[in-house]
Nanobody, 115 residues
């Protein structure tokens, strides 16, 4: 059974950068469309970036131009490069398929952006 594990979060000042990783274990990374989601305290979990198996990308307006999603299927990994971070980007970030599957939710990785 495929498991997705997120890593790379941390504390960064506004304007800084982080690179998140989503690694799949337990099987081949055969998910067609992978998404990065985020959930801030008290808010719903929102989809912020997606990438298909053919590397077509889409972004939420709030991160467009600042975040870049990529994938390396040979490494079973999807990345989220986050630049020009803002305090409102503070959230727990998760990866999952699009649409999401309940059994794919991991622990997420915390991103905190200080002003």
């Amino acid at each position: 059974q495929v498991q997705l594990v997120e890593s790379g979060g941390g504390l960064v000042q506004a304007g800084g950068s982080l690179r998140l990783s989503c690694a799949a274990s337990g099987g081949p990374f055969s998910i067609n469309t992978v998404g990065w989601y985020r959930q801030a305290p008290g808010n719903q979990r929102l989809l912020v970036a997606t990438i298909t198996s053919g590397s077509s990308r889409n972004y939420a307006d709030s991160v467009k131009g600042r975040f870049t999603i990529s994938r390396v299927n040979a490494k079973n990994t999807v990345y989220l490069q986050m630049n020009s971070l803002k305090p409102e980007d503070t959230a727990v970030y998760y990866c999952n398929s699009v649409p999401s599957r309940r059994d794919y939710w991991g622990q997420g990785t915390q991103v905190t952006v200080s002003s």
